[in-house]
């Protein structure tokens, strides 16, 4: 009897989390129009998430695309369709790698960031003192950041597939010496702007979302401790990827039938 | 923390790096600038058997990509494939008795509709049709083919 007494409350209590977690969202977005009163806290949070996650975004697509291209360069050069290796990157990049890898990276760097700075602030109860001033926390603190997580992710994805098909590049032409036209020219036949680059555009920008909204509500509902916080900021990353993969799967499933 | 006009050169640079990146992949990687699939004027084309061809596929003509097919259908009257082909609007000089054949791109590619310039002094109006098509070939047709002729050799013998 214990057993299922123990699992109807973790089952309560996850609904229970699941719908605070939407009601947060509608109060967000319900605070939306807010922050056309304050730019200056948009500019800010654009700072903190997009511009301070651009070096490990940078990075990491140079290098994810120049593995790509030794890898792709391995397995076609045996059927003798190496000019083909473009097409390849272009295309894993574009349509899944750049987004999703990209997104993994925003969750760890920006989203655990975003999560920890807003459990320490309900810990330290700046929160509440906000609200004994009358300034509401959610516009004040939560719809900034939430804002800037769903701009700053398309252009960091973006980011990544572009440096992603240099580093292709760089390898397939410049080291392995697949010829630099045919390069190119492939690539640009293969790959769609509507069918290929919008869908990842369109991908990139629901992961923001996503993320953002994730990171937020966990350090919103943070137990507000020290190791709250702590487990309150795993717990974004973990979340965020695992919805991250989910939602990939969903989307493509839709868009490239 | 930087001093705040800083933070806005550098929040300015992401943006911009932001689109550039995207027009990096709207123009160099994806064919947004080597074929506007956007104005063009439909042809219609019969044939018995499309085989594997698929819409957007390319339409070429001596090889260079002129269009693109725009829609498949069927026609349950004369149990003919109905295939509309986009021909792009620089290219309005077709000949009336053109024809159009179902090609394979090397031994495995993509099909795609080649047209043949024929020799009427008169040119293909919107809407018209093909008076002259060929099908695809189909693998197993053509090896059937084969092994009957193979086996009516035999038998002369």
Known sequence: MLWLRRLGRSGLSFFERLGRAHLFLLAVIAGLPSLLFRGRLLLLQLYAVGVLSLLIILVSGLFVGMVLGLQGYNTLVDFGAEESLGVMVALSLVRELGPVVAAWLFA?????????????????????GMEMMAVDPIKRVVV?????????????AAIFSA??????????????????????????????????????IIKSVVFGVVITWIALFEGYDAVPTSEGVSRATTRTVVHASLAVLGLDFVLTALMFD | MFQNKNIEILVGMFVTAGLVALFVLAMKVSNLAAFNDGDGYPLVARFDNIGGLKVRAPVTMAGVRIGRVEAIGFDDETFEAVVTLSISEQYQRLPKDSGASIFTAGLLGEQYVALEAGGDMENLQANDEFMVTQSALVLEELIGQFLFKAAEGGADE
């Open chain 1, 144 to 156: 900034p950041r939430f804002v800037a997580g769903a701009i700053a992710m398309p252009l960091l």
């Open chain 1, 163 to 200: 440096v992603g098909v240099l580093g292709g590049y760089l390898v397939g032409v410049g080291l392995l010496g697949v010829d630099d036209g045919a390069f190119w020219s492939q690539v640009q036949n293969k790959v769609g702007f509507y069918d290929d680059v919008v869908n990842g």
């Open chain 1, 108 to 128: 760890g760097r920006a989203g655990s960031a975003l999560t920890a700075e807003i459990g320490l602030m309900k810990a330290t109860e700046q929160l509440s």
